[in-house]
């Protein structure tokens, strides 16, 4: 992916990005969904991770 390789983003040897506890995976850049697995676990696939995402992100902007 090219952002991935411009922007030097980090990434797990699975593939999923490693983001803060915050959920922002570069300055200004949160992640929500599949992109917060290894943060928010395997909820951030469903409605309850986006909620949990989005509580994480707006607390923290
Ligand atoms: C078939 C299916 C069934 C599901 N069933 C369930 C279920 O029963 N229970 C459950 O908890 N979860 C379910 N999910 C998961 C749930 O839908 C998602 O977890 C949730 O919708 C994620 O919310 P979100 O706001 O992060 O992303 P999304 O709901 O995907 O919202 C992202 C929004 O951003 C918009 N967007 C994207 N790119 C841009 C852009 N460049 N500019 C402007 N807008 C943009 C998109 O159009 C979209 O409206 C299901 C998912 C699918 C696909």
Known sequence: MPL???EKLKCAECGYPIVTE?????P?????????ELEIGLISRNIS???QA???IANSV
């Open 4 to 6: 991935i390789q411009d």
């Open 22 to 26: 915050t959920l922002e995976w570069a």
């Open 28 to 36: 200004n850049l949160y992640v929500a969904g599949a992109l917060a």
């Open 49 to 51: 991770g986006a909620r």
């Open 54 to 56: 989005a509580k994480m």
